[in-house]
């Protein structure tokens, strides 16, 4: 199936800046994101409350949903320096 969505220059240059740094055409990138929103809607709609999971079940719920994310082509500064830098402190 084909679907044509009119979407802004600027939509379009973030679409392909974010697929080029993950190493992907643009059209499995678009699909990838695709796919991956419609699966966490059905997971939020159809699954229990997560309040209501043992710990064990969380964890791994977790650890799945972290490893279908790509990793990051760079590695993330999250120190404190990181984060404050250049803001005179």
Request: charged fraction near 30%; charge should be negative; proline fraction near 6%.
């Given at each position: 199936?084909?679907?044509?969505?009119?979407?802004?220059?600027?939509?379009?240059?973030?679409?392909?800046?974010?697929?080029?740094?993950?190493?992907?055409?643009?059209?499995?990138?678009?699909?990838?994101v695709?796919?991956?929103?419609?699966?966490?809607?059905?997971?939020?709609?159809?699954?229990?409350n997560?309040?209501?999971?043992?710990?064990?079940?969380?964890?791994?719920?977790?650890?799945?949903?972290?490893?279908?994310?790509?990793?990051?082509?760079?590695?993330?500064?999250?120190?404190?320096?990181?984060?404050?830098?250049?803001?005179?402190?």
């Amino acid at each position: 199936m084909t679907i044509h969505i009119p979407i802004s220059p600027q939509t379009e240059a973030k679409l392909r800046e974010q697929a080029q740094a993950l190493g992907k055409d643009i059209t499995s990138f678009v699909l990838e994101v695709l796919e991956e929103k419609l699966a966490c809607s059905a997971s939020a709609q159809g699954e229990e409350n997560r309040e209501d999971l043992p710990a064990e079940q969380w964890i791994i719920r977790l650890r799945e949903w972290a490893s279908s994310h790509a990793p990051l082509p760079y590695e993330a500064d999250d120190s404190r320096e990181g984060i404050y830098e250049g803001r005179g402190e």
